[in-house]
């Protein structure tokens, strides 16, 4: 096939009904910097979703005692061997936490409430929503602290405050019960309101001497990319053999199909604008090939076969859905960038709480997102013009060449 | 070097001279008018060789063009056979019938038809660029240069006198060394100088190169530029002034 013709002929073609031309290009760079944006809105908010998942104490991978997950109790965990933190260490170093996470019931002089106690070393909480919170009093300093770290809405419900008394009831190591009385040292206001009821936060050695046991109950890995790698999985496995590891997927699976069907909104929104292209598209090629009926006739009477008329319009089409991706890529990229990377939604602060959202969105433009566009329109671009190469060629030499 | 390709090109004409490039046997042609059939040819038989400057003439209607069409496989006989350069054409499939067009025949119509988007040279260069050859830019000059349309090769045809695409179109119809030029009135949109110009460029061709060539026209001048004159009168060969 004549290709370098054939680009030629696309070419110059695209110029010869310029305004025409011009108004179809502007229309599907609309188009696509319409999908870029809102594809990067809706990344934001998959990936702000994912963020507050797994940084609250889930991470990317945790790893439990058998029956743990079901029954949470100080008995349910192991204990972590010095080899285990050295290779958690050579392969995700300071990645990894570990933590005593129980139910405990906690009262003040006027209410109780039931909690998790979590116990921590705040070193290893950089990765977790522990090293974002804003504090009222002291934080957790170190594994043995003994006062409690309590969330601003949970001290509110108890009618307490920082400096006060309240007492911790649970079940220790081996399943008797316990119970003992703690200061409150200081207090957190976390992003949601759900995080200050849930979580109460102690030393994880000073935990662990509270219920007499040795024990963590969980080992939390947070990575940079949140997808699930079999390869880190296994080697969680080897690591802790016999005990059970979990992605964040498999423990929050409302917040998995919420991501799945942003993922689906996408793409359906992608296929409306794609299919509202397609027939714009359509329809001005067959303008355009209607018009040149007799031009293409001459070429096949010059010798041109009907695969290479039908080559050429194809390619007339390639060329300007191109033009247009590209166009809407760059004003969609632009459109995102003078958003300065986020929106503020703080003007519906009550409504993105309520759906678990953070008052300020993120934007995010993801790679593989635009090479996706870009692909899926110039396919859909040169399917589109299937309907005009066919009725470019649909004539009789004679029918197409005749005045 | 241009001495050389000339004696060539005279090898090349001898070798053609007297070969027989067009046959039809018995060729007709019935096209079905709104249900009623019309008989465009009935039963042509026409011989041409190589090197003749066949003329058809004969009214509208007569069959000229459709005789043109056929033997250039433009379109398909109804019954007898069509064989040109000893190839029988008349039952090949489409795809053959165009690498036919494009290997074998040149074709000058009345209107020109040079595509717009493509200059002067870059329409000679589209039956090389067809056939997939090389140097087509250097041949493609060339042949304008035969036509002395050298000098406004890189004009698009818009910018072109009739005279001047007319002489583009039969550069482009000759570049690949096709064995015959159909011409269907080649004169009908010139005015008289440039068409006695475009004929004393195919009596030229004709002679120098031994092109041949068949022309369908209404036009006095052309039929006297001819050596061979065919008349056609209601799809039938009524008249043949013979061979060179």
Known sequence: MPFTLLVRLSYRNLFRHARRNLILLVSIAVAIAGVVFLNALLRGMQADLVRSVRINLTGDYRVTAPGYLEDPQAGRGFELTPQQIGQLEALWPGSWSARLVVPIVISSERKNKGVLLVGIDPVQEAGSFFAEVA???????????????????????????VGKRVVLTGQDGNG?????????????????KNLEQQFVFIGREAMQAFLRTRLVTEVSILLSDPRHDLRVQNHLHAIFNGLTVTHWRDGNPQTAALVDMMEFATLIWFSIVMIALAFGLVNALVTAVMERRREFGIMRCLGMQRSTVLSQVMLESFFIMLAGVVLGMAAGWAGVSLTGGEIDLGRFAEGVAIAGLPSVISLQIDTRDLLSVMLLSCVLGVFASLVPAWRANRHSLLQAIAR | MSGEIEKIEKIEKIEKIGRPVLQLEGVSRVYADEGVPVRALDEVTLNVQAGEFVCLVGPSGSGKSTLLNIAGGLDRASAGRVILDSL??????????????????????????????????ENVEFMLQLRGERDVRARAMDMLRLLDMSELAHRRPAELSGGQQQRVAIARALVGKPVLLLADEPSANLDSKATENLLSLLRRLNDERGVSIITATHDPLVMRHARRTVTLQDGRVVLDSGGR
């Open chain 1, 135 to 161: 504090l009222v009093g002291e934080t957790i300093a170190d594994a043995h602290a003994t006062r409690l770290l309590v969330g601003q809405e949970l001290l509110t419900q108890l009618r307490s405050g």
């Open chain 2, 88 to 121: 029988d054409i008349t039952g090949l499939p489409e795809h053959q019938l165009a690498d036919i067009r494009l290997r074998r025949i040149g074709f000058v119509f009345q209107a020109f038809n040079l595509l717009p988007v493509l200059s002067a040279v």
């Open chain 1, 176 to 192: 008797a019960a316990i119970e003992r009385g703690f200061t409150i040292g200081g207090a957190f206001d976390a992003e949601g």
